[in-house]
């Protein structure tokens, strides 16, 4: 199947104030884990509080001229209308961002790439930590284009891509963890991330049936589907 992978640089984590500052698209082949097309563009900013992050200064954004962003903004459309799926690291991230960027109403299927059946790590990591564990080199990261680059190369890694997706879409629950301060450790042992899905509490993300065999008290928080 085609899947866009897709990623955006941004100058701050809130997409109701922060801007894009770049966008980058992989068209990716799942039958044979190559790239077909790929796509970026910077857009105009007035600042960047991230600017230390990415590395894109505002005054760079700016020296390119409106029609070629917006080409390059039609042609991820275009990509995105013949994908089966769109998928980003973290997607809770670029999906707000992007669905905003897009000029079109694209119905989007989105896959969060975090929630794939990695095999090296039981807490969430980061995608350049991911990529060290699986030996793939990260010659440049936190700009778009690198980061779809560097998430193809991990999809290549791994022995069957259209069960991973699968397993990825499969729906979750999430579950809170019922502990004090003082067990904090044994929820990061067990993979749960503090204030991330639940408003200061240690949570996760998981299938129902992971849920099997923890270790540690819980209680169900809301279904939801892969991202």
């Known amino acids: 199947m085609l899947i866009t992978l897709i990623d955006v640089e941004t100058t701050g984590l809130d997409p109701n104030t922060a801007e ?45 001229a409106s029609d070629m962003q917006r080409e390059a903004i039609l042609m991820i459309e275009v990509m995105l209308y013949h994908s089966q799926y769109t998928m980003a690291y973290n997607s ?3 999906k707000p961002f992007v669905e905003r960027l897009l000029e079109s109403k694209v119905e989007l ?3 969060d790439a975090m929630l794939l059946p990695w095999q090296h790590y039981k807490v969430q990591p980061s ?9 793939v080199p990260v010659v440049s990261a ?26 990825a879409l499969e729906p979750r629950v999430i579950i809170k963890a019922l502990i004090g301060y003082d067990d ?32 540690l008290p819980f209680e169900f928080g809301v279904v939801e589907t892969s991202i």
Do not use: M
């Open 184 to 215: 904090r450790q044994l929820a990061k042992d067990e993979g749960f991330s503090f204030n991330r899905f639940v408003p200061n509490a240690w949570a996760k993300q998981v299938r129902r049936s992971e849920v099997e065999g923890l270790d």
């Open 20 to 64: 894009v500052a770049e966008v980058g698209a992989i068209l990716f082949d799942t039958e044979t884990a190559e790239t077909l097309q790929q796509v970026s563009t910077l857009l105009p900013i007035k600042d960047n509080p991230a600017e230390y992050i990415n590395g894109i200064s505002p005054e760079l954004t700016r020296l390119i």
């Open 142 to 167: 936190h700009r778009a284009l690198d980061d779809c680059r560097l998430l193809a190369a991990l999809l290549g890694k791994l022995p069957n891509i259209d069960y991973a997706i699968a397993y």
């Open 109 to 111: 299927d989105w896959i």
């Open 127 to 135: 995608l350049v930590d991911l990529c060290l564990a699986y030996g």
């Open 92 to 94: 809770r991230f670029d």
